[in-house]
């Protein structure tokens, strides 16, 4: 169990050390025009959800951004994980399958862990990811005309 010291502790370095950065929440609730049922594909030119198929909501956000540490090795899916991000509990949600932007590198959440106090408040989010491989331009071609940076 994690102790409140340490969360505060951990608190107080991600406040030193984030970043400004974009989370794209992929919606798999609301389908995309462009899915295919089929697939479950998106299509990768589509302007609106950047070929993930769902709708899509782009925020940027404070995090940061670390190698990845395998201490708690899950499946074997997991273990071409690159790189663990931490967020103020107040960003979520974030989720498996959310993308994060930075710096034009894509990064895709596999998995997303809580922080807790002892006194069970969850203050932050700890989310492993690998890198997007494919059909990253077009993606950052219709990223960029969304945020208009
Ligand atoms: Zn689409």
Redesign the pocket.
């Known amino acids: 169990m994690l102790h409140k010291s340490f969360n505060k502790g951990l608190h107080r370095l991600i406040k030193k050390v984030e970043w400004p950065m974009y989370v794209i929440n992929v919606d798999q609730s609301h389908k ?4 295919n049922h089929q697939a479950n594909t ?2 990768v030119n ?1 302007p ?2 950047l ?1 993930s ?1 769902y709708k899509i909501k782009i925020r940027k956000i404070m995090g940061v951004k670390q190698p990845y540490e395998s201490k708690f090795k899950m499946s074997t899916e997991l273990d071409n994980l690159v790189t663990t991000y931490y967020f103020d509990q107040k960003y979520a949600p974030i989720k498996k399958g959310d993308y994060i932007v930075m710096n034009d590198e894509i990064d895709v959440i596999r998995l997303t862990r809580n922080f807790r106090s002892d006194s069970g408040d969850t203050q932050f989010i700890e989310a492993p990811a690998v890198l997007k491989k494919y059909d990253n331009q077009i993606f950052l071609e219709n990223f960029h005309r969304i945020v208009g940076e």
């Open positions: 995309c025009k462009c899915l998106g299509n589509c609106y959800c070929g198929g």
